[in-house]
């Protein structure tokens, strides 16, 4: 991996963060999601999901950084949203820049979230992901996660398929890769209206 540091993520963060997930929705869901819905996404969607997550003592965001201290990736995860039974945790949200994909960011990240769930008591935990997203199914399946649940989801009035896959930490090892000291969490940002999650923990 070139170059890049995992590092838990700032109020500062969230403005590129989002512009990130927000770019790489549109060319992952490109004939998944419908073409309206992709076109009107921008990155206030995400925003305020953002700030919530790294503000809550627990929920957290990391990023991957490059060289020129650009973000490139990030992840978040924490107290489980959508409820499964047997499971105390969850992914959110995983997304790589795809010009920077097949470099091993995304399993450091994944790695960097799995060692703060141990690290804050959880147990279990899961990743929700669109049916069709065959790339992070792919992932998730490499990464040792067993389906556990199906649903669905409508997004622009399109009803989808999900999957959900989970893990059991007390079976996983730390993998931690290098994280730079951060300050403690902050507030000071405004929210900003949101889009309610859909397709947690893709690359």
Request: glycine share 8%; proline share 1%.
């Amino acid at each position: 991996m070139e170059n890049i540091k995992i590092r838990e993520a700032t109020l500062l963060d969230i403005k590129e963060t989002a512009r990130i997930i927000t770019m790489t929705w549109k060319e992952v869901y490109n004939g998944i999601v419908p073409s309206k819905k992709l076109a009107e996404l921008s990155s206030l969607n995400f925003i305020s999901y953002l700030e919530d997550d790294i503000k809550s003592d627990d929920k957290t965001v990391f990023v991957s950084e490059n060289e020129f201290q650009a973000v490139v990736g990030m992840i978040s995860g924490g107290a489980i949203k959508q409820e499964v039974e047997g499971y105390d945790a969850e992914i959110y949200a995983m997304y790589v820049m795809p010009d920077m994909q097949g470099k091993g960011i995304g399993q450091s990240l994944f790695n960097e979230l799995v060692a703060w769930l141990k690290t804050h008591n959880f147990k279990k935990f899961v990743a929700w992901v669109l049916k069709d997203n065959v790339k992070a199914r792919d992932f998730y399946g490499k990464a040792g996660g067993q389906v556990v649940a199906q649903g669905d989801i409508e997004i622009g009035e399109k009803k989808l398929e999900t999957v959900c896959y989970g893990w059991d930490l007390s079976g996983m090892a730390l993998q931690t890769k290098i994280v730079s000291e951060m300050p403690e969490k902050s507030s000071g940002m405004n929210a900003a209206a949101g889009l309610t999650a859909t397709d947690r923990g893709d690359i």
